[in-house]
């Protein structure tokens, strides 16, 4: 089973630890086991919003302006996708590219 970590706690009876299957950076690491350019740094999560059972949302931004983040996170016909999004089981999923990254103005 896989969760995550969402707080440690000291309580009387010894360490408390807090599991989230729930929580949106859950979402957010699995994505980035199945994705290697985020876990390299090439992309990057902006935001993730999830409703459970409902709904999930990724917004995704490219640091390589030769990589289109969506169609890196999406894969060959959605491979990357189909193998961790059906765990969620929300009905409406969306990926798209985050906020533009502003540029230091000269």
């Not at 969402?6 to 309580?11: A, N, P, S, T």
């Not at 459970?52 to 969506?70: E, F, L, N």
Request: proline residues 8%.
């Amino acid at each position: 089973m896989r969760a995550y970590i969402h707080d440690v706690r000291q309580e009387q009876r010894g360490p408390q630890i807090f599991l989230s299957r729930t929580h949106p950076q859950f979402m957010a690491k699995l994505f980035a086991q199945e994705v290697p350019e985020i876990y390299d740094n090439i992309i990057e999560i902006k935001s993730v919003a999830r409703d459970p059972g409902s709904r999930a949302k990724i917004a995704v931004i490219s640091r390589d302006s030769g990589i289109d983040p969506v169609g890196a996170c999406v894969g060959m016909r959605g491979s990357r996708v189909q193998r961790w999004w059906p765990n969620y089981k929300a009905k409406k999923s969306t990926l798209s590219n985050g906020p533009p990254t502003r540029q230091p103005s000269s």
